[in-house]
């Protein structure tokens, strides 16, 4: 029995499978649920490995947002794809770190780049652009050239200049 | 005669001596260029193969690739340069001791080449003064050869003790503005354009003239 078969068999009305792609069996599960569908992958399934944590931005439709999240067994020679739709803006879900704890590098990508939540996670910072950053670029709003991309740069060498300025001052008092 | 101060700021012909001394300190800059390669992408590798045997930059007395911004005269940026990256990439800048230049190797850190994007710096010049830009993704060690001959070609027509006795220029107060700006050239804010022609560039000499001349 597959995993997918193993997980339709619970009876699960909010679990159900979809449209199978590149081989891999896929399943789409409801925000709730997820994190109890996530244990038992693990537990009782065999899937090691966490390949990958990411979104999908589907706006103007709704629901906007659907967590993409990939699993291999080695022992059993298996994958599965989860999809899970959020709503809203600005979604949250439930993070899976404390079971594979290599998806935390996955989870914060899939923060900085979409703005999803992840409950549970402990860092969970930017991994790519730069922590003040204030945007989230693989957003369908968000436009390829960026939203003032060199603000952060500015101020920077806005403060580097008045920190020469203010060293310049004193060394002038010194003398 | 008059001071130094006098002879080394009048121009050419007048100053004897002056001449003779930039001279010197111009062929002892220009024939010891230490790069600090700051090479951020795949045009690094090109950048290596120019420091290599095979292409042999020691030719140009380039060939001390320094990784101690302290002991750098140029700077080549290699690369495609990041936002992120800006602060780093101007803070080498403002630690390499000066006498400094600048060559921006390759489209991406000319103009931000194909990665039109939030992430990427359109140009380094509008963080850091470039002195050569060199098209190509990546360029030929050849071309990038080129560019540090040019770069000697500009060195030469610089003017040192001016600057020793006239105090700071503008390139010393180049953090202040957006667009940091060399001494002996002249800005161009072409966002695609590439050129690696020294007709924008101006000696000091031919500033002077000009203005004599308005
Ligand atoms: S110009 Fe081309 S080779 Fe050079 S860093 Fe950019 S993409 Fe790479």
Same mark, same amino acid.
């Given at each position: ?6 997980? /339709? ?11 199978? !792609? ?10 709730? !649920? ?17 390949? /990958? ?6 706006? %103007? ?17 298996? $994958?599965?794809?989860? $999809?899970?739709? /959020? ?20 989870? !914060? ?14 860092? /969970?910072? $930017?991994?790519?652009? %730069? ?5 989230? %670029? ?38 | 005669?008059?001071?130094? &101060? *006098? ?20 062929? @002892? ?7 600090? #390669?700051? @090479? ?10 120019? =420091? ?34 800006? *602060? ?40 850091? #003064?470039?002195? =050569? ?7 030929? #060690? ?35 503005? =957006?667009?940091? &700006?060399? #001494?002996?050239?002249?800005? &161009? ?26």
């Amino acid at each position: 029995m597959t995993a997918s078969e193993h997980v /339709l068999g619970l009876g699960w009305d909010d679990v159900s499978a979809v449209e199978e !792609r590149d081989g891999m069996p896929t399943l789409q599960v409801a925000p709730q !649920r997820l994190r109890e569908l996530l244990e038992i992958l693990k537990r009782d399934l065999g899937f090691e490995i966490a390949i /990958l944590v990411t979104a999908v931005d589907h706006s %103007p439709k709704a629901p906007r947002f659907e967590l993409v999240q990939q699993f291999l067994s080695i022992q059993n020679n298996e $994958r599965l794809r989860l $999809r899970c739709p /959020l709503e809203g803006d600005n979604p949250s879900a439930s993070s899976c770190i404390d079971l594979w704890p290599g998806a935390a590098y996955m989870e !914060r990508e899939c923060w900085d780049m979409f703005g999803i939540q992840f409950d549970g996670h402990k860092n /969970l910072r $930017r991994l790519l652009m %730069p922590e003040a950053y204030g945007h989230h %670029p693989l957003r369908k709003e968000f436009p390829h050239q960026g939203i003032e991309p060199d603000r952060l740069y500015r101020e920077w060498e806005r403060s580097r200049i008045e920190r020469a300025a203010e060293r310049e001052g004193q060394e002038g008092v010194n003398s | 005669m008059g001071s130094l &101060k *006098e002879i080394t700021t009048t121009d050419d012909e007048s100053g004897f001596m002056a001449t003779q001394v930039n001279e010197l300190m111009n062929w @002892g800059r220009k024939n010891s260029l230490w790069p600090m #390669p700051l @090479g951020l992408s795949c045009c690094g590798i090109e950048l290596m193969a120019m =420091i290599g045997p095979k292409f042999d930059i020691a030719r140009f007395g380039a060939e001390a690739a320094r990784f101690s911004p302290r002991q750098c005269d140029v700077m080549i940026v290699a690369g495609t340069l990041t936002w992120k990256m800006a *602060e780093a990439a101007r803070t080498i800048y403002d630690q390499m001791p000066d006498p400094k230049w600048v060559i921006a190797m390759g489209v991406c850190s000319s103009s931000g080449g194909m990665y039109d994007s939030y992430a990427v710096v359109q140009g380094v010049d509008s963080i850091l #003064p470039v002195d =050569i830009y060199v098209p190509g993704c990546p360029p030929r #060690p050849d071309a990038l050869i080129d560019a540090i001959m040019k770069l000697q070609r500009k060195i030469e027509r610089e003017n040192p003790l001016k600057r020793v006795l006239e105090g700071p220029t503008d390139l010393d107060e180049s953090g202040t503005g =957006i667009f940091a &700006k060399a #001494p002996n050239m002249e800005v &161009k804010t072409n966002r695609y354009g590439t050129y690696m022609d020294d007709s924008g560039m101006k000696d000091d000499h031919s500033t002077a003239r000009a203005k004599e001349e308005s």
